[in-house]
């Protein structure tokens, strides 16, 4: 699913990402792989946190990232400027996701996406907050939705 997200993504070159959920920070570190400018990435987990500074370290990007500890969607409050595209992974059961996907649009540049992955029986919103659903692909028991903003946003 990893490959087919960059698929349409496309060409990152100088875009800036925003890896939400970052887990293991895979997501915005094939990112920095594929050209983007920088990735700031918000984990929960110390431990996460600390084996995606390491993860940046060895794959020569540790100057391209930033990683912040945080809860979502309080963490939102900490960042600044807008993100080309917008990467969302929760885990699926996560309580938080739906509100900040709600609270991600002023963070999304005007021709940018937001990728959300999600469990393919889950239906996410249409049009939260100042977005608006572009497509929704599913892949096995995992699907994604992609978004942009809304028109005139």
């Known amino acids: 699913m990893r490959e087919a ?3 349409i993504l496309g060409d990152l070159t100088g875009v800036r990402v925003l890896d939400l959920y970052a887990g293991t920070g ?3 570190i094939e990112a920095l792989s594929r050209g983007a400018a920088a990735a700031v990435f918000v984990e929960a987990e110390a431990a996460a946190c600390q084996a995606i500074l390491q993860s940046l370290a060895r794959a020569g990007f540790a100057d391209q990232g930033r990683v912040i500890r945080g809860r979502l969607p309080a963490a939102l409050s ?3 400027g807008t993100f080309g595209s917008i990467l969302l992974d929760p885990p699926y059961a996560d309580e938080t996701a739906a509100t900040t996907l709600t609270s991600v649009a002023p963070l999304l540049a005007p021709d940018g996406m937001i990728v959300y992955e999600h469990a393919s029986r889950y239906n996410p919103p249409e049009r939260p907050a100042g977005l608006r659903l572009v497509d929704r692909r599913r892949y096995g028991d995992s699907a994604i939705a992609l978004y942009r903003l809304q028109e005139g946003e």
């Open 26 to 28: 895979a997501l915005g």
């Open 5 to 7: 997200v960059f698929n």
């Open 78 to 80: 900490a960042l600044d």
